[in-house]
């Protein structure tokens, strides 16, 4: 069975713009989704598939029980994915430029351990930044609270989340040009340590 395409709709945004409602054959509506994220035409099933049987393939450990599939996510060196991830491309380029003899695996192994340590390294990275722009909040609020109980004439001690150079910052971020406080090094390096650049 065939999904129902949309026709055509009187709904649009504005003059020169698609429209808003898709109407289906069938008399149901909703809305466009040009700009949602496609996840079901940007993944393959093909891959998917491949990759978690090389994923469960891994999942075997030495007295023979199974640690979790999502075991990685716990955390590892950025340094690991990135040395275990080039010995993959490396076959993958040999097996590329003809070499397939010299490989140490096949080509669809190194394919899913490549994609396995880009995988963990981008997760890195996003946990990595997720947890500064929390951080970096964190420091903002403290500074909203404190400019709002000077505004209110009261003494306020905050535990500092990450230093008075980063109160500083963001309290000049958020417009409070009355908190005297300067950005040095030590902010700054603080900030790009939880960044993990």
Same mark, same amino acid.
């Given at each position: 069975?065939?999904?129902?395409?949309?026709?055509?709709?009187?709904?649009?945004?504005?003059?020169?713009?698609?429209?808003?409602?898709?109407?289906?054959?069938? $008399?149901?509506?909703?809305? =466009?989704?040009? !700009?949602? +994220? &496609?996840? #079901?035409?940007?993944?393959?099933?093909?891959?998917? *598939?491949?990759?978690?049987?090389?994923?469960?393939?891994?999942?075997?450990?030495?007295?023979?029980?199974?640690?979790?599939?999502?075991?990685?996510?716990?955390?590892?060196?950025?340094?690991?994915?990135?040395?275990?991830?080039?010995?993959?491309?490396?076959?993958?380029?040999?097996?590329?430029?003809?070499?397939?003899?010299?490989?140490?695996?096949?080509?669809?192994?190194?394919?899913?351990?490549?994609?396995?340590?880009?995988? $963990?390294?981008?997760?890195? =990275?996003?946990? !990595?930044? +997720? &947890?500064? #722009?929390?951080?970096?909040?964190?420091?903002?609020? *403290?500074?909203?609270?404190?400019?709002?109980?000077?505004?209110?004439?009261?003494?306020?001690?905050?535990?500092?989340?990450?230093?008075?150079?980063?109160?500083?910052?963001?309290?000049?971020?958020?417009?409070?040009?009355?908190?005297?406080?300067?950005?040095?090094?030590?902010?700054?390096?603080?900030?790009?340590?939880?960044?993990?650049?």
């Amino acid at each position: 069975m065939t999904n129902p395409q949309p026709t055509d709709t009187p709904w649009a945004n504005a003059p020169g713009q698609g429209p808003l409602v898709r109407t289906f054959a069938t $008399g149901a509506t909703r809305d =466009v989704d040009a !700009s949602k +994220l &496609d996840y #079901e035409g940007f993944f393959s099933p093909l891959v998917m *598939e491949r990759f978690a049987q090389y994923m469960h393939g891994k999942r075997k450990l030495a007295d023979g029980s199974l640690r979790d599939g999502d075991n990685w996510q716990k955390g590892m060196p950025r340094d690991s994915y990135m040395k275990s991830g080039f010995r993959h491309f490396f076959d993958w380029w040999t097996i590329h430029r003809g070499w397939k003899k010299i490989a140490l695996e096949p080509l669809e192994v190194a394919l899913c351990g490549l994609l396995f340590n880009v995988s $963990g390294y981008l997760h890195e =990275v996003i946990k !990595s930044r +997720l &947890d500064a #722009e929390a951080w970096v909040e964190a420091v903002r609020d *403290e500074v909203a609270r404190e400019q709002a109980a000077r505004e209110g004439g009261e003494q306020l001690e905050l535990p500092l989340t990450g230093g008075a150079d980063l109160r500083g910052l963001a309290a000049r971020e958020a417009g409070d040009t009355t908190f005297v406080g300067q950005v040095g090094p030590a902010g700054l390096s603080a900030v790009r340590g939880r960044e993990g650049e």
